[in-house]
């Protein structure tokens, strides 16, 4: 069993980390004209989003523009949040920082807030000098003194660090270290981290670009940007999988590639606030220093939905 922070009752609540499982979008953050949180764009996204059969939301991380928020902003957005995920779903708030202190400070934060779990980036402004070593003393700080479990989140497009496996199998040595959301699209990797630590660390592959490999090296799911715009076809490939239907299961996840890489690796969360928009969702504007995309941008983007199937009807529930 795993522990996450009831809010009201001033107590920890257990979670079973065997649930940790399924589709989870990392959530963007909406912001106003003025540049400013939209609580009320984010609870219409979470009324729609709840409709699907997601196993949770990841907040604050890559997408949710977590490192352009200011502490008091992630704490607000962290609060918006809870009050819209329902109790049954997992709530995972990125919580990843320059240093270890601040780190600690957050995720103690983000587990009062009512958090069950703690995504961590590795620090990565020196990353000359995170070591082995470092990372997993830092890793190990932070599990200490967190009062709910910590997942690795490997991100290197954007830390410049790619956590190798053996890395890994050291800070998860730490007994709240469960699990990891891993980006880097290695699926060598991931199924040499599974059979070093076995089925109970959780690998959750972090697009959808590689979640069916992912899902067939022994993942138990994602932690997907598509999974905002597309949660319906994301959760198909991983029910075609689990159910044993690979060739749909196959099919579906070629056709989504595109969109895919659209809202990732080509433009990013502007492209993905974007493709909300346009399917409507509530998108909005990027915060700065990142740039909104152009209209030739969003017309080619609009055209990549459409031959990728998508519509406004991807907000109804399945």
């Not at 399924?22 to 609580?39: E, Q, V, W």
């Not at 990013?268 to 409507?280: E, H, N, P, R, S």
């Not at 990142?290 to 991807?314: M, N, S």
Request: proline share 6%.
């Amino acid at each position: 069993m795993v522990y996450g922070w009831d809010a009201d009752q001033g107590g920890a609540v257990t979670r079973d980390l065997e649930d940790l499982k399924g589709i989870l979008p990392p959530i963007p953050t909406p912001f106003d004209r003025r540049g400013s949180f939209a609580r009320d764009r984010l609870r219409d996204n979470f009324r729609a989003w709840n409709r699907h059969a997601l196993a949770g939301f990841v907040v604050l991380g890559s997408n949710g523009e977590g490192v352009l928020l200011s502490p008091d902003e992630r704490l607000d957005v962290l609060r918006a949040a809870r009050e819209d995920i329902p109790d049954a779903r997992w709530m995972i708030a990125g919580t990843g920082c320059p240093s270890t202190r601040e780190t600690v400070e957050l995720t103690r934060h983000a587990a009062r807030i009512g958090a069950n779990a703690a995504l961590v980036l590795p620090p990565s402004y020196y990353r000359g000098r995170m070591t082995r070593e470092a990372l997993v003393r830092h890793y190990a700080a932070v599990g200490d003194a967190a009062e709910i479990p910590i997942l690795i989140y490997n991100m290197p497009a954007c830390t410049g660090i790619d956590l190798d496996a053996g890395t890994l199998v050291a800070i998860a040595a730490h007994p709240n270290v469960v699990g990891i959301k891993d980006s880097g699209g290695d699926v060598v990797k991931m199924g040499a981290i599974i059979g070093a630590l076995g089925p109970g660390f959780r690998v959750l592959a972090g697009s959808a670009g590689f979640l069916l490999p992912a899902l067939a090296v022994g993942a138990v799911g994602g932690v997907l940007a598509l999974a905002n715009i597309a949660p319906a076809q994301c959760l198909s490939i991983y029910d075609h999988f689990v159910s044993g239907r690979a060739a749909e299961a196959a099919e579906l996840q070629r056709r989504m590639i595109p969109v895919n890489t659209a809202v990732t690796h080509r433009w990013g969360v502007a492209g993905l606030k974007a493709a909300m928009d346009l399917l409507g969702w509530q998108g909005g504007p990027v915060r700065a220093p990142l740039v909104d995309l152009t209209r030739p941008e969003v017309e080619e983007l609009a055209v990549i939905l459409q031959d990728g199937g998508l519509g406004e009807g991807e907000k109804g529930g399945r």
